[in-house]
């Protein structure tokens, strides 16, 4: 059984003893200290919480609604949502946060709270240490039975979303109707089975091939949408010849196309390709965190932008968004954060804007491929004893390429002139992650060979 509390939530295993997975008595003293520090922020007595379709989510969701109302606070219940669409609710709500019951793209034996503020955007560090800490204190007082908190369930939002999607400026619903596409869909049982096809259908997508889209929680394979968890998706878009094809995760924030040949348009081009098309219409900054593909910063610099850099963590990415205005950011896993709609990974903003792109293109998903700036990336880690002392070893890593460009706020990243590396350690094993990108397999997976063959030479 395993908890992990960290930057994006509580998150761990259903079952177990306390405190070592995610049982009733951990999401019932998280929610109450995360409420009691939420609403004293405010002063708003309001939190919207919303669930993805895992199993283990309505029995989550009745701890989370219950205690919230133990400490007298009014819960709008949207249930079965998406976690873009919480955040867009918070702020409609006038809320003084939100709770998505989510584990994102882990597999099904897992669940999460994660935690919003006011704006509806993810709190900070520092504000999920204080909730730890409340948490692990118990220092909180329940409401009398005069001040309990009410529920209101409200499942309006898949609409507002979806409304909200198609008055974004730069969405075309016209262009995307006309172009006919045909569509296939893998929401992983989940509640993108709802949402997406709810939004193919407002923007005239009138073939829509639904693969896994019952939002029951029974996933069938692996959530999290990487290629080789995606082969149903890739036989229903080559036997029903689909000019594209669609996975999410089972919370909706992480978007992956796949092209008309069976093939990923890569994860880290979802980004990409969204960058591409909205800085034809407005100039302006991109940002993406230090592992992600240096082609958004050569589509950025082609459209005469800046590109900027942030640490690990949609935290991290929306705080240098906001201190760099970018038009448009987010993260390599398929995550794109527009804050014309709001500071958030939102899949069906990412599908509405790419869809659009396409249809004004008149090309091919893979003929569109061919065209962005090719990169190719290699991951691999390197396990270490525990008693290692890793921030000396990264200390001695950025000694010895002072010379080259490179960036410490998240770990060691070294830019090379046709390659880069980043080395992050792990918050939770004694791992070091080596990512690392060049402009062929061969030249990653060698830049990445090289680093790992001198941090074993400094271990030695």
């Known amino acids: 059984m395993t908890l992990i509390k960290s930057i994006s939530g509580i998150r761990g295993t259903i079952g177990g003893r306390a405190g070592e997975g995610l049982t009733p008595i951990d999401i019932v003293k998280f929610t109450a200290a995360y409420g009691t520090i939420i609403v004293k922020q405010s002063g708003i007595k309001k939190i919207v919480v919303g669930r993805d ?7 989550v969701s009745n701890l989370v609604i219950g205690t919230l109302q133990s400490i007298g606070v009014d819960v709008i219940d949207l249930g079965l949502s998406t976690t873009p669409t919480v955040e867009i609710a918070v702020p409609m ?22 935690l919003l503020n006011a704006k509806g955007e993810f709190i900070s560090d520092a504000e999920g240490q204080e909730v730890l800490a409340l948490g692990e204190s118990l220092d909180f007082d329940f409401s009398a039975v005069e001040e309990l908190g009410s529920v209101h369930k409200d499942y309006s939002y898949l609409q507002k979303h979806v409304d909200a999607v198609l008055a974004l400026e730069y969405v075309d619903k016209e262009a995307i109707k006309a172009a006919n596409f045909k569509v296939a869909l893998d929401a992983v049982n989940s509640t993108g089975g709802t949402f997406i096809p709810a939004l193919l ?21 692996n959530p999290e949408p990487l290629k080789e968890h995606l082969t149903d998706l890739s036989v229903a878009v080559i036997e029903n010849k689909a000019d594209l094809g669609i996975a999410v995760d089972p919370d909706v924030d992480r ?25 034809q219409h407005k100039k302006g900054n991109t940002v993406s965190n230090l592992s992600s593909t240096r082609a958004l910063r050569d589509v950025t610099k082609a459209h005469g932008g800046e590109y900027y850099a942030a640490a690990v963590g949609e935290v991290n990415v929306v705080t240098k968004m906001k201190e760099v205005d970018a038009v448009i950011g987010g993260e390599g896993n398929g995550g794109v954060i527009y804050p014309a709609s709001h500071y958030g990974r939102d899949a069906l903003v990412g599908v509405a804007i790419f869809l659009t792109h396409l249809a004004k293109l008149g090309k091919k998903a893979s003929e569109y491929r061919a065209s ?43 830019d090379f002139e046709n390659e880069w590396v980043h080395l992050r350690k792990s918050n939770t094993e004694p791992i070091i992650r080596i990512y690392s990108e060049g402009p062929s397999p061969e030249a990653a997976e060698q830049i990445a060979q090289k680093i790992i063959r001198e941090i074993e030479e400094i271990i030695k």
């Not at 379709?53 to 029995?59: H, Q, T």
């Not at 946060?97 to 099904?108: C, D, E, Q, V």
């Not at 969204?274 to 800085?279: H, I, K, Q, S, T």
Request: glycine content about 8%.
């Open 53 to 59: 379709a895992r199993v283990s989510g309505e029995m």
């Open 93 to 114: 709500e006038n809320a003084a946060g939100g709770i998505i019951l989510t584990a994102s793209h882990n597999p099904g034996q897992w669940n999460a709270l994660k």
């Open 201 to 221: 259908d407002a923007l005239g997508v009138q073939t829509i091939y639904k693969i896994h889209c019952e939002p029951n929680g029974n996933f069938p394979h």
């Open 255 to 279: 978007l992956v196309f796949m092209m008309e040949d069976g093939e990923l348009f890569g994860e880290e081009y979802t980004l990409v390709a969204v960058a591409d098309y909205l800085l």
């Open 372 to 414: 962005l700036p090719q990169y190719f990336m290699s991951k691999n880690k390197i396990t270490l004893t525990p008693e290692l002392d890793i921030d000396n070893l990264l200390a001695k890593m950025e000694e010895k390429y002072k010379n080259e460009e490179h960036s410490t706020i998240d770990g060691l990243k070294i």
